[in-house]
């Protein structure tokens, strides 16, 4: 028997190698998670409970945008949390339950406790100590926290912070505008009623697409959410005021500020969860490049580590695939065979303008194509060229469409209503190397695909240029 233990067995890069290797013969599992009440951070802290807090900040801001309806309704944010914690729950327990069906096999133990690291495969759970062959580390991430003067002294709210909060300041600062803040600073304004000003190292936000997006998203919060975002800005010092907000120390353009605000908000993203596994036990030094392409750690060819714990794209369904493609490389590493490189195309949805302007990236935007080397063609397409957008009262936004000069759809970016809907579509179409110009370009009339269609007209028009 070839005895495997995974530590973070409830999250879902933790299930996806639990999941494979329980049906393995010869695979003897040990599966262990501290969580409490345990079912992983999507589901608990991340995309599952985000998304319902958002959808009820975008009722708020549809009625408030559109000038066919009268009044705009308040918020209940006690009734939007304990919505939220209902569903999570279910959501969780869902989870939890898959779990401890697992170690119902005879082959399967699970221990609901704290792992730590006695040597390269052993590990000190409770009173026992388990000697494995393999060692999977699975333990997601935890909050990123700055190294930033005066950051110990002051209190600051996190995003796992804002899902459960029934109330917030009038006035507030945000540290952190990529994923998270894109998301959470709109829900913030429209649902909490803060007076926010955001931070913004670079010109523009949403570093993954082309520029242009950066700056409509600037345009678009800006002007429908009343937010102050302060670009090329770095943040300096902080320290509590006394009457217990925070005051902060900026460099704007080579020029200090100081910001003032009842409540520090913290979405500086998030690191891996290392901390307490003793990793100095072992031969693992976690640090760049520490974690294989196979998901096999670079210091021992016996430990994986998938999901948030590497640091290589923290995303839900890549920690899933990573999951998957570490159980095949586990696997083939025993049978003494090659290990496989874990390879996925950009694929990324992002909930912005609280999900009613989502932003998705599937594939190549033009800029990767350029740096890549690839004769390509790029389109782009305003939402507001085809009317659905305009009879749905969601007029914003636009897309783009890459392809190469052999037809071959290469990537699709969208900032507009449904892009999140379309990403699907468009990841099947890129991962299956379609050609445009063999693309219906017929959607149902009048729906919002009719964007793709428009792309792939003009794509194909301009191939044959």
Not at 429 to 448: F, K
């Amino acid at each position: 028997m070839t005895h495997v233990a995974i530590v973070g067995a409830y999250g879902s890069a933790g299930v996806a190698v639990a999941g494979s290797l329980a049906e393995e013969s010869g695979i003897e599992l040990t599966l262990i998670d501290d969580g409490e009440p345990g079912g992983g951070l999507c589901i608990l802290r991340g995309c599952m409970p985000s998304k319902e807090v958002l959808s009820a900040g975008a009722h708020r801001f549809q009625a408030r945008n559109d000038h066919r309806l009268s009044g705009v309704p308040d918020v209940d944010l006690e009734e939007v949390v304990a919505t939220k914690d209902e569903h999570v729950e279910s959501f969780a327990e869902h989870r939890r339950s898959a779990v401890h069906e697992l170690a119902e096999r005879e082959n399967v133990e699970f221990l609901h406790e704290t792992a730590r690291f006695v040597d390269d495969h052993t590990v000190a759970v409770g009173d026992r100590e388990i000697e494995a062959d393999y060692v999977v580390i699975a333990t997601g991430s935890t909050v990123n926290v700055p190294d930033l003067p005066g950051m110990d002294e002051v209190e600051y709210t996190t995003s796992a912070d804002v899902l459960d909060a029934t109330g917030f300041g009038e006035r507030g600062i945000v540290m952190g505008f990529g994923y998270v803040g894109l998301e959470l600073v709109p829900y913030l304004s429209e649902a909490g009623g803060v007076d926010l000003t955001v931070i913004e190292h670079d010109d523009a936000p949403l570093d993954e697409a082309d520029p242009v997006y950066g700056e409509r998203l600037l345009e678009l919060y800006r002007e429908k959410f009343d937010l102050e975002i302060l670009t090329t800005t770095l943040e300096r010092t902080v320290e509590p005021t006394d009457d217990g907000g925070v005051r902060m120390e900026v460099e704007r353009d080579g020029r200090e500020e100081t910001l003032e605000a009842d409540e520090l908000f913290l979405f500086t993203g998030r690191r891996p969860s290392l901390d307490g596994l003793e990793l100095e036990n072992t031969a693992l030094e976690p640090e760049q490049g520490w974690v294989e392409p196979t998901m096999r750690a670079r210091d021992d060819e016996r430990t994986f580590v998938v999901g948030d714990a590497n640091g290589h794209e923290p995303i839900l369904h890549v920690a899933k695939e990573q999951g998957f493609a570490a159980a095949e490389n586990l696997l083939a590493h025993a049978r003494n065979e090659p290990l496989e490189p874990y390879e996925n195309v950009h694929h990324h949805v992002i909930f912005t303008a609280l999900g009613v302007y989502p932003f998705a990236r599937v594939g190549h935007a033009e800029w990767t194509a350029e740096e890549a080397g690839i004769d390509h063609v790029a389109v782009t397409r305003e939402a507001a060229s085809d009317g659905i957008f305009k009879t749905k009262d969601v007029p914003e936004g636009l897309a783009t469409l890459v392809v190469g000069e052999d037809g071959t759809v290469l990537g699709y970016q969208g900032l507009h209503y449904h892009a999140d809907v379309m990403a699907k579509t468009m990841q099947v179409v890129i991962e299956t190397g379609l050609d445009v110009r063999e693309l219906p370009d017929r959607a149902y009339h009048p729906t919002t695909p009719e964007i793709l269609d428009g792309l792939f007209r003009e794509a194909s028009a301009r191939l044959e240029e």
